[in-house]
C-alpha cells in the first residue's frame, strides 16, 4: 500500500504543474524521489535529477496515459521504483528520461549533449525499434537489442524491469487480449531476466502480477488463502519471539522478522504440499551484521529446535549464480510448528532484494561509492550473459533468436566446469559456465566455438566417456579434437542436436548440418504453459507424441511394464523417452494434456526442472509382478574385430532379447552400438549393463531413449 500512496502522491503532483518553487529548487513531483534517493546515497548530487525531470516534463507535456493520468507519472514512477532499490544518481537520470526519445521529439543527441554519453547509452538500450520498419520483428529485435545493451552495461535491463513492472500495474486499462500478450512476455522473457540479475524484489511482483492476468481463477483462489490466513493470528509471531529470545540469549545481535511469502510462493506452495499449514504463509528472516554471524544462528537454531536437515542449503559458500546469497534452513518448534528460516547479512539482503541495483555503477571499482572498501566481481558479464550475447551474434534469423532466447532463459541455475582442450589447435581451457544440465556437447561448444565440431571424445573427471554425458557442477572436463589436418573432417552427428541444451551449440549443429547437406532430426517440443512456472518451448514434436515439458514419452503396448496410477484409474500412461523407467525404477508421474500421465524415473532431470517450475507430481507405482521390460543401451567402444559379436553374445548371455540393433560408422576409431532389448525380468539389468561394460574395447554403456524398430 506504501507503494501505491507513493505512486499517488506523485501524480497529484506531476498534474500541480512542473514549476519549482523558486531558483535551482526541486520541483514538487520529484521531492519524494529524492528523498528515497538520499536515504540511500546521502551525498548524491540532485542537480542532474531536476535537470532531467524538468527534460522529461516538458518533452511529455500534452500527452496523456490510457488511465487518463499525465504521461509524466510513468517516468516518475519508475524512477521511484528504481530508487526505493537503491539505484544510483545515473540510473534514475536515464530513467527519468528513458521514454523520452521514443515517444516525443526529443533525440537521443541531444539527451547525449545534455546528459553525456552514458545516460545516452541507458536511454538509447531501453529506446523500442520502430514497427514501421521492422514489422513483427520489431519487439523481438528490441530484446536482441536490448540485451546487446545490457552485455556493456547492465542497468539498461534494471530500467526496463521497472518500466514494465509499472506498466505491468496499469495493465487493467488495456484489452483483455493485449493485458495477456504483454504478460505472456514478461513471463517468458522479462522474469526469468529478472531472477538472472537478482533483482527479486521486481520479479516477486511482476510474478503476481502475471499469475493474476493469465490465471485469474487460480490467483483469486489463493488470495482468498492469504486473506483467510491473515484473518486470524500468525502463529510464526510466537516462533519469532522464542527465536529472538535465543539469539539474545546467545549474545548474537540480530534482526527476526516474518517475511510474507507472495502470491505466486504461496499458490506454489499449495500444489507442492496439497494442504497449507498456518506456518506455510511466510519465512523468517534473520538479518545480522557479519558472515560469521549467520552461522553463529544456524548453530542456535540447531541446537534450540528441532531442525529438519532436508531443509538446509548454504548460498553463502556456495553463492547461486544471480549473486544471491543466504542460509536456508527450517526447524520445529516444541508445539511442532515448523517454520522456515532465511539467514543473511544486511549487505545480503539488499543485493538479494535489488540484485545488481544493489551494486551501483557496473564501472565503479567499489561495491558502495560512498565508503565501503573492497573489489567487487564485475556483474556487467556473468556467464549466462556471456554466453547469451555470443549465440545471439550467431542467429541472425528473429525468429530462431527468439525460439533460443526463450529456451535459454528457461533454465534456471547455472554450473562451473574445468575444461581443457590438449591438442588440435584449441584454446588452452579454463572455467566454463554452463547451464545446469548441459552436455560435454555444449562444453566443447562454449570453450571452443565451431573449432567445437571437430571434437571427437572426452573424458570427464580422468574417465573416458561419452559426448552425450551430462555435466556437474565442478566437473573435470577434457576434450579430444580431430587433427585441423585431417582429409576428411568428420563433423558434428545429427544426434548430437539430441544432446545440446545451449542456443550456441544447437546454433552452431543445426548450421553445419546444413552446410554439409545433412537433415538434423525432429525437434522435440513441449506442452502448454503451467500456471506456475516458465513456459516451455512451443511444441514441434510429431503429431500423437506424448509430451512432457519437452521431452517426449513412449507408448507401449506392455502392460506389465507400465506403472499404474492409483489416484487416476484408466488414464493413460506413457514412459518418458528422455529416461526410459523400467520396472522397478522409482519414479515420478505428471499429468499432461489429455489427461495422459507422463512417467519419469526420479533422477531425471525433468523431473527436477518441473517440481522446481511448481508442477504437482503424480503418485504412481509398478504393478505388481511387473518383471519383463523393454529397454534401450547404448555402448560406446573402441572399434575392432568380432566386437558386434561379442556384445551379442554376452546379452544373449544374460537372458536378453535383440528386438532391434544400430551399430553406427567408426569414427576416429570410435563406434556407438544400440541396442533395444527385451528383458523377461528388469531386475537384471543392472547386471546385464556390468556385462556388457565388461566386454573389451568397451568403456561406457548407458540408458538411452528407446528407439522402435522399422516395419
Known amino acids: 500500500m506504501s507503494a501505491v500512496r507513493s505512486l499517488r502522491k506523485l501524480g497529484r503532483a506531476a498534474m500541480l504543474g512542473a514549476a519549482p518553487r523558486g531558483g535551482r529548487a526541486l520541483p514538487d513531483a520529484i521531492e519524494h524521489v529524492a528523498k528515497v534517493h538520499r536515504a540511500h546515497h546521502p551525498r548524491a548530487d540532485l542537480d542532474i535529477l531536476r535537470r532531467a525531470y524538468l527534460f522529461a516534463e516538458s518533452s511529455h507535456r500534452g500527452q496523456w496515459r490510457k488511465s487518463g493520468d499525465p504521461y509524466i507519472t510513468h517516468p516518475l514512477a519508475v524512477t521511484l521504483l528504481l530508487a526505493q532499490l537503491g539505484a544510483e544518481t545515473t540510473t534514475l537520470t536515464a530513467s527519468l528520461l528513458h521514454d523520452t526519445v521514443e515517444d516525443t521529439d526529443a533525440t537521443l543527441e541531444r539527451v547525449r549533449e545534455d546528459f553525456g554519453a552514458e545516460v545516452a547509452h541507458l536511454v538509447d538500450g531501453v529506446t523500442k525499434l520502430e514497427k514501421v520498419d521492422y514489422g513483427a520483428a520489431a519487439e523481438p529485435e528490441t530484446f536482441r537489442k536490448m540485451l546487446v545493451a545490457t552485455g556493456s552495461d547492465v542497468r539498461v535491463m534494471s530500467i526496463k524491469l521497472a518500466d514494465r513492472l509499472h506498466n505491468m500495474r496499469t495493465l487493467g486499462v488495456m484489452r483483455p487480449e493485449k493485458q495477456a500478450r504483454i504478460a505472456k512476455i514478461t513471463r517468458d522473457v522479462l522474469i526469468p531476466l529478472a531472477e538472472r540479475l537478482g533483482v527479486q524484489a521486481l520479479k516477486s511482483e511482476l ?22 490466513h491473515h484473518a486470524g493470528a500468525d502463529p510464526l509471531t510466537e516462533v519469532a519471539d522464542a527465536v529472538r529470545e535465543v539469539l539474545r540469549e546467545a549474545g548474537i545481535a540480530a534482526r527476526v522478522l516474518i517475511r510474507p511469502r507472495h502470491t505466486v510462493s504461496v499458490h506454489r506452495l499449495h500444489l507442492k504440499r496439497g494442504e497449507l499449514g498456518p506456518c506455510d504463509f511466510g519465512r523468517l528472516l534473520i538479518l545480522v551484521e557479519e558472515d560469521a554471524d549467520c552461522y553463529a544462528v544456524l548453530g542456535e537454531l540447531h541446537t534450540c529446535f528441532t531442525p529438519l536437515i532436508s531443509e538446509f542449503k548454504d548460498f553463502i559458500a556456495a553463492p547461486k549464480f544471480n549473486l544471491y546469497q543466504s542460509l536456508h534452513t527450517a526447524f520445529a518448534d516444541p508445539a511442532g510448528r515448523v517454520a522456515e528460516v532465511l539467514v543473511r547479512t544486511h549487505q545480503m539482503h539488499r543485493v538479494a532484494e535489488a540484485g545488481v541495483v544493489a551494486l551501483g555503477d557496473p564501472h565503479e571499482g567499489v561495491a558502495d561509492p560512498e565508503g565501503d572498501e573492497g573489489e567487487r566481481a564485475d556483474p556487467t558479464r556473468p556467464g549466462w550473459l556471456s554466453r547469451l550475447l555470443e549465440w545471439q551474434s550467431h542467429a541472425p534469423d528473429t525468429d530462431t533468436f527468439w525460439t533460443e532466447l526463450r529456451d535459454e532463459l528457461a533454465q534456471d541455475r547455472e554450473i562451473t566446469v574445468y575444461w581443457a582442450a590438449p591438442g588440435g589447435g584449441g584454446p588452452a581451457g579454463g572455467a566454463l559456465p554452463l547451464p545446469a544440465g548441459a552436455s560435454c556437447v555444449d562444453a566443447a561448444y562454449a570453450g571452443l566455438g565451431e573449432t567445437g565440431h571437430r571434437c571427437i571424445g572426452v573424458r570427464v573427471n580422468g574417465r573416458l566417456t561419452s559426448l552425450s554425458t551430462v555435466l556437474r557442477d565442478g566437473d573435470a572436463v577434457q576434450l579430444f579434437l580431430e587433427p585441423a589436418t585431417s582429409a576428411e573432417p568428420s563433423g558434428p552427428s545429427p544426434e548430437w542436436l539430441e544432446h545440446a541444451r545451449t542456443p550456441a551449440a544447437r546454433i552452431a549443429i543445426r548450421q553445419w548440418l546444413a552446410t554439409h547437406g545433412e537433415r538434423p532430426p525432429a525437434d522435440v517440443g513441449g506442452e502448454d504453459f503451467a500456471p506456475t512456472g516458465p513456459k516451455p518451448p512451443e511444441s514441434r514434436h510429431p503429431a500423437g507424441r506424448g509430451t512432457d515439458y519437452g521431452e517426449a514419452a513412449e507408448d507401449t503396448t506392455d502392460d506389465t511394464a507400465v506403472p499404474l496410477v492409483p489416484d487416476r484409474p484408466g488414464a493413460p500412461v506413457r514412459l518418458a523417452r528422455c529416461c526410459a523407467p523400467v520396472p522397478h525404477d522409482s519414479v515420478t508421474g505428471f499429468a499432461v494434456r489429455g489427461g495422459a500421465v507422463t512417467v519419469h524415473r526420479d533422477g531425471c532431470q525433468t523431473v527436477a526442472r518441473m517440481t522446481g517450475s511448481g508442477r504437482s507430481a503424480v503418485p504412481v507405482r509398478w504393478r505388481k509382478g511387473a518383471a519383463g521390460c ?34 553406427e560408422p567408426p569414427r576416429e576409431q570410435r563406434v556407438r552400438h544400440t541396442y533395444t532389448l527385451h528383458l523377461p525380468d528388469a531386475a537384471g539389468l543392472p547386471e546385464l549393463m556390468r556385462a556388457m561394460r565388461g566386454v573389451p574395447g568397451v568403456y561406457d554403456v548407458t540408458r538411452a531413449a528407446r528407439r522402435h524398430p522399422a516395419h
Not at 209 to 222: A, I, M
Not at 652 to 659: I, L, R, S
Open 207 to 228: 510474478e503476481d502480477l502475471v499469475f493474476g492476468v493469465l490465471h485469474p481463477e487460480e490467483y483469486e483462489r489463493t488470495r482468498q488463502l492469504v486473506r483467510e
Open 630 to 663: 523393454r529397454v534401450t543401451l547404448r555402448a560406446e567402444a573402441f572399434g575392432r574385430p568380432h566386437l558386434l559379436a561379442d556384445l551379442t553374445e554376452t546379452i544373449a548371455a544374460k537372458g536378453a532379447a535383440v528386438v532391434a540393433a544400430d551399430v
